[in-house]
């Protein structure tokens, strides 16, 4: 049996805790002179107006500034940096570009030639992943020799976890995206995302577990100190033990039992050996779902709160990445927009599955469902927002229509919001902004 070395490594130093890992796992043994490089960070999200969490939810620049060390050191000159993150408005440019300063990248740029793209605003070529499934991936990637995978090690509110392959969600463009939250439930989420790696070009990955997020992928998460790497030239090899360090069997993450299946390898680590430091050193349980009430109705805390007379029921994997990073500031609105007074019998459905209850007044949340449902008889009071993604002044006035006042505040300054979570890391020195700089 083929034997799938994968390296965990505790991060202590830099650049010498990453060389570790590369040595341990012989991860760049497959790379050749004159490669054109790729390097995948994760940047899920990006606001250039507040400082805001970024542990646990942005690869950190330290991993991402010593890979393009050791690449430099191999006689690598032709680099590039690519990410496609979430973009409200399809035509925002500021936002990548700020982020690439932000992070440190342009320092790469200029120390190294480093290139950095914004994939949404590069060509793409569709792909033919197998079993009826196209997607189309940015021309950039494809056209590399060799890619470094440096995804963030985080839990997953839809696909439990966030790691090597789910990364590669970032290189498609946005039709291809929306077409991963599938209402079809044979080929769903997860198994559209274990198709992601198919037709990657020679790799390495190395899970950035610096800082781990618990009910990922985003800033609104618990994020942790673990100083964990883990690396690989297989990626399904490194995304089974970094599951192990989240706390979960391979065998339970749909989205890696699919992608054994397509290996023919199975879902566990029989076949995958493991070097360096133990997985239990660092193996913690990350939960990856939020906490809703018995019947899937109302967030815990909202019900907590004493809200009656609305329905808004446990996402699913068919919401794609837009509605999904609205979900908590619709959520935060009506919280705050509560006094006490029930709010009239609502329900509010998201993604692509949810069917609406008779005798309800019916918000829609997003063009998707509006379609399925425009016609449906079991509405008698419908409220559509019809947009891709939602607009704020849609999701406003919707909730208005039902009596539910919510703070247009909220929605006006978005980019804001994520602020608010930084108080809970204040005045904790192991979480250091500076692991997100080149200096």
């Not at 329905?311 to 619709?330: A, F, H, Q």
């Not at 993604?389 to 804001?416: L, R, W």
């Not at 930084?422 to 500076?434: C, H, Q, V």
Request: charged fraction near 25%.
């Amino acid at each position: 049996m083929t034997k799938y070395q994968v390296a965990v490594v505790r991060y202590e130093k830099a650049i010498e805790s990453v060389r570790r890992a590369v040595d341990l796992s012989d991860g760049l043994a497959a790379l050749k002179p004159g490669d054109r490089v790729f390097i995948k960070p994760n940047i899920v999200f990006w606001t250039a107006s507040v400082p805001f969490p970024k542990w646990g939810v942005i690869t950190t620049s330290r991993v991402v500034a010593d890979m393009v060390a050791l690449l430099a050191e191999r006689g690598i000159t032709d680099i590039t940096i690519g990410e496609g993150m979430v973009l409200f408005d399809p035509k925002d440019t500021a936002t990548a570009q700020h982020a690439f300063e932000g992070l440190g990248y342009n320092e790469l740029g200029r120390r190294y030639g480093v290139k950095c793209v914004d994939v949404h605003h590069r060509p793409f070529e569709k792909v033919d992943l197998g079993e009826g499934v196209t997607l189309s991936f940015s021309k950039d990637f494809l056209e590399s020799d060799f890619l470094v995978d440096i995804p963030v090690m985080k839990t997953h509110a839809q696909t439990k976890v966030s790691l090597g392959i789910k990364n590669l969600k970032g290189l498609i463009n946005m039709n291809s995206r929306k077409k991963c939250h599938s209402a079809d439930l044979e080929r769903d989420l997860d198994f559209m995302v274990a198709k992601l790696a198919n037709k990657i070009p020679r790799s390495f990955t190395i899970v950035d577990g610096i800082y781990t997020a618990e009910r990922g992928p985003g800033f609104d998460g618990k994020m942790h100190r673990t100083n964990c790497l883990v690396a690989s030239q297989d990626v399904l090899a490194a995304d089974m033990v970094a599951a192990k360090v989240l706390g979960y069997e391979p065998v339970d993450i749909p989205h890696l039992v699919h992608a054994a299946r397509l290996r023919s390898r199975t879902a566990d680590l029989s076949d995958v050996e493991v070097v360096g430091n133990g997985i239990e050193e660092f193996a913690s349980l990350h939960q990856y779902t939020f906490p809703y009430n018995e019947d899937n109705t109302l967030p815990i805390q909202m019900e907590r709160m004493g809200i009656k007379g609305l329905s808004y029921p446990k996402y699913d994997n068919t919401m794609c990445t837009y509605c999904s990073s609205l979900t908590g500031m619709v959520l935060t609105s009506i919280a705050t927009a509560w006094k006490g007074k029930p709010c009239g019998n609502v329900e509010v459905l998201t993604g692509k599955r949810m069917v609406p209850t008779p005798g309800k007044k019916t918000i829609l949340l997003g063009k998707c469902l509006w379609e399925t449902h425009k016609n449906h008889p079991d509405i008698q009071n419908m409220i559509p927002i019809k947009s891709c993604p939602p607009s704020p002044k849609a999701i406003v006035k919707a909730f208005n229509d039902v009596g539910i006042e919510v703070n247009t505040v909220i929605f006006d300054h978005m980019d804001m919001a994520p602020g608010y979570f930084m108080s809970r890391y204040e005045g904790k020195p192991e979480f250091d902004e500076r692991l997100f700089k080149v200096e």
